[in-house]
């Protein structure tokens, strides 16, 4: 009665192993394709195409709307012949919009402070830079829209229209006015704005600026990219490195008011260069303003960062420290 048949044992475990080896098929099958869908997901993921514009600045730039129009849009013009996806203006570059309505003045003074002597007796009620500032505001921001945003939907590009100041509500009867940088995407929407929280000096107590906040620094998305933005000062400063950790690209607006000398290059690699590294963001653009307004002087090398292999090498810079340039830069 115990007895089994000699070939019953055999004969049960054909079919168990032939069902082990189908399993094992599979989970290879899976983790290939797991893997081949990863691979590719990476692989396939676009780069980003930018045009950083080092951009010139003079009084005729700013001497009319149409002026500025002009100006930019073939500054814009040319950028699109490298097909980019974002186009970047420096800090600074629409804060003089605010100056256009004084054109006559400004080309007769010598420097700010005899141009601002001569604006007050034109418009009495204006007793600070500030009161100058957020008079025009409303001008800028009309202009910026005409300009930018009609420029970014005409050419299906993402743009950042460098910096102006601009007023914010901050109580019932309050406002201030911040050093505002925006980005309109490729439809003419405005979809981001970010206000300097590390403020300079001449910002501070010449021309009455408020900070902004840093918690209210986000990144945005192009192209799948996680972008962040910082806005020159703020750059200087090590505790965006936890706030913007992990992104791909960090772009850093500036508008450095000083001599680019040996010592003032040096400072700018303990900005942008000097953050990205530690912060695991793999490549940092830094765009400058250069030229004149009457009196004031902006200089700097704008440039591209990478973050590789535990250091960070800058792999395009411009040719000039004071001349308009524009930088066509592919991030991968």
Known sequence: MGQRHPGSQGHLKKPLKGLLLKKHLFLLILISLCCSFLL???SSRPGLKVAAVQLHIDEDLYSSVESFRRRISELIAECRQFEPDLIIFPEYTSVFIALIPYSRIIKKAANIAEAWEMIKKQEPLLKSYSDLFLFNSGLVERVIYSVFADLAAEHGVNIIGGSYFAWKKTGENDVTL?????LFDDKGRLIYVQDKVFLTRFEREIIGISPGSMENALPFSINQKRIVLSICRDTFMSDWEEHFAGSDLWLDIKANGTKYTPEEAASFMRALPARIGPAG????ITTVLTGEFLDLFWEGESSLAIA?????KLSERAKSASEEEILFLTID
């Open 281 to 284: 963001v793999g490549a940092g």
């Open 308 to 312: 590789e292999d535990g250091r960070v």
């Open 178 to 182: 911040r050093n505002r940088a925006f």
């Open 40 to 42: 590719y997901s990476e």
